[in-house]
């Protein structure tokens, strides 16, 4: 890495020294182009990888050692990586290499996996299709529905009367890889509400792990469908705290609505999903049709009527 006080940086040009000239400018790095081509540099070295997703890059003091440029300058080049989504800070430990969410995530059942297993949500065996541990942490609260789920209430949602309350489900979910204990990067978020009259005395009550599906199923309301509604969006500050995101980072933002078969809404699942590099799959049919499989022969030639229509 070059040292980029011995080239025509412009760094020394006023007598004072690379590493004193945050001092003198009031906390502002040096030249902005400084820490832009250090960054340069940096993006360089991962791009062509050098370093790997999850390698631990230099740190600052070896930065500052190897270019002779001052700590703002060093931190203002990691700030653009990191604002990129290159590259993530781990408080105490440094700057890593950003690992992308290379994931597939069904949004319905795909073929072969049954319905009834994930109804309404498939994330826990899409993350062990893909060999990841899981798990979540969920918290129960009770809100008014006047609460905003994409911009309506979840009351409207819901069907229900105004003044009324909803029972909330807020998971904030974790993966990680299999037998390297309990899961810490956090994946998604995924909240439910329920109308609270008709839950209020069940274990959804509780933030104990339960199936949803099955309780609703126990309640006479059977889950038969769902609609959705998909929005990608930038991440607000308080979603890339505790999603660990880059400064500038696009999620999928989900609402689901589940019916009974008579068509009365059940349940509002809220979701926010990382969108670095994640695949969002869904598969669909027309109603009364299989879907199509390779024939096991050449079908039968048309008829000349068929073949006109």
């Not at 062509?48 to 300058?73: C, F, H, I, W």
Request: aromatic share 6%; glycine share 10%.
């Amino acid at each position: 890495m070059a040292n980029w006080c011995s080239q025509d940086s412009g760094e020394r040009r006023d007598g004072v020294s690379p590493r004193n000239r945050a001092g003198a400018g009031g906390g502002v790095p040096e030249r902005r182009d400084v820490y832009e081509r250090l960054a340069d540099e940096l993006r360089e070295s991962i791009t062509s990888g050098q370093y790997q997703p999850g390698d631990k890059l230099p740190s600052t003091l070896e930065l500052m050692a190897r270019t002779g440029v001052a700590n703002l300058t060093v931190r203002g080049a990691y700030r653009v990586l990191v604002e990129e989504g290159l590259v993530e800070p781990v408080s105490k430990r440094g700057f890593y290499v950003r690992r992308p969410n290379l994931m597939t995530w069904h949004l319905n059942p795909p073929a072969g996996r049954p319905r009834a297993a994930a109804p309404l949500d498939g994330w826990a065996a899409d993350a062990e299709a893909a060999g990841l541990a899981h798990r979540e942490e969920i918290s129960v609260a009770i809100e008014d529905a006047s609460v905003l789920i994409l911009g309506r209430p979840a009351g409207e949602r819901l069907g229900l009367k105004p003044g009324s309350r909803v029972l909330v489900r807020r998971a904030t979910r974790f993966t990680g890889p299999a037998g390297g204990g309990a899961p810490l990067a956090p994946d998604s978020l995924s909240d439910a509400y329920y109308p609270y009259d008709l839950v209020r005395d069940t274990p959804l009550a509780s933030p104990a792990a339960v199936s949803p599906a099955g309780i609703l199923a126990g309640l006479g309301h059977p889950l038969r469908g769902y609609d959705d509604e998909i929005r990608p969006r930038l991440a607000t500050a308080e979603e890339r705290r505790i999603l660990s995101l880059a400064q500038v980072s696009v999620i999928l933002e989900l609402a689901r609505t589940g019916y009974d078969a008579e068509r009365h809404p059940l349940l509002v699942c809220h979701q926010i999903r990382r969108g670095d590099g994640a695949i969002y799959h869904y598969q669909l049919s027309n109603p009364g049709h299989r879907p199509a499989t390779r024939p096991s022969r050449p079908p039968a030639t048309p008829s000349r009527a068929t073949a006109r229509t």
